[in-house]
């Protein structure tokens, strides 16, 4: 039997509201700390850390325990942890902690996921407007010229301005309104950052879009039932670009993801 597209879209809601709540899943951030070419201790984390040209270093005493990804021992001397940006990422545990290394912008840091983080253990969902077949809309992609090459600077979760890259724009039809989004490739699909009337009032501030790759003719879809939250809503220690310039829709879209609730 055929899933209508409501059951789908439940499908697709349950599964995100266990991805984030899963032990080491986004509500379990506890930290990102950016690192310097000096060793140096991370509050919380025994050994001393520091990143180079390779990625990040680690020194540490086997009674410390920490143990790189795939090791058979802990860590006893140094180690290195390549960063997310490399196609041989490592990550490495202590105890029920996570350690991921990453980089952004050339710049690495150690993000630590600790499944015991209040914003865990006190999630009860994500709110979310009733599935609306209306609210899933016909979308054309037309690529930028520079597709390559073009980034826009846009402000961080965390403060920070950083390059966004963005290959094209969608139009579409909601609502009686037309309207265009600058998005981005993420792989084969589309991926945009959107922000809307209901947005800082009764969702969160921005909210995340995936589409699905468009075909030779450029169409695509634009489901608004799956507008979701990015995860500086579940942790305040992601970092999560804020919408490109149009992508401030003057209406309200009441699909997708509200809110994170907490018991």
Request: charged share 25%; with cysteine; proline share 9%.
């Amino acid at each position: 039997m055929t899933e209508t597209a409501a059951e789908d879209w439940k499908h697709w809601s349950d599964g995100r509201a266990a991805s984030v709540s899963a032990q080491h899943g986004q509500l379990a951030l506890t930290g990102t700390h950016w690192l310097e070419p000096e060793p140096a201790e991370i509050p919380g984390l025994p050994g001393r850390w520091w990143a180079d040209a390779e990625g990040v270093r680690v020194r540490a005493a086997a009674s410390d325990g920490i143990t790189v990804d795939g090791a058979d021992a802990p860590v006893d001397g140094e180690a290195l942890l390549r960063p997310d940006s490399d196609p041989a990422a490592d990550t490495a545990v202590l105890g029920d902690l996570l350690l991921v290394p990453i980089e952004r912008e050339g710049e690495l840091a150690l993000r630590v996921f600790d499944p015991a983080a209040p914003r865990r253990t006190a999630f009860a969902g994500i709110s979310a407007f009733p599935y609306a077949p209306e609210w899933a809309v016909p979308a054309v992609f037309t690529p930028f010229e520079d597709d390559d090459a073009r980034s826009v600077v846009v402000p961080n979760a965390d403060g920070r301005e950083r390059p966004l890259a963005v290959s094209g724009q969608i139009a579409f039809t909601v609502a009686g309104e037309h309207r265009t989004l600058t998005v981005s490739r993420s792989g084969e699909r589309l991926s945009g950052v959107i922000a809307d009337t209901t947005s800082g009032i009764d969702t969160y501030r921005f909210r995340f879009i995936t589409l699905p790759a468009p075909d030779a003719e450029g169409r695509t879809v634009l489901d608004l039932n799956r507008a979701y939250l990015p995860p500086c809503a579940f942790s305040d220690h992601f970092i999560c670009p804020f919408p490109p310039p149009g992508n401030r829709l003057d209406f309200a879209v009441e699909a997708g993801e509200r809110q994170v609730l907490s018991r």
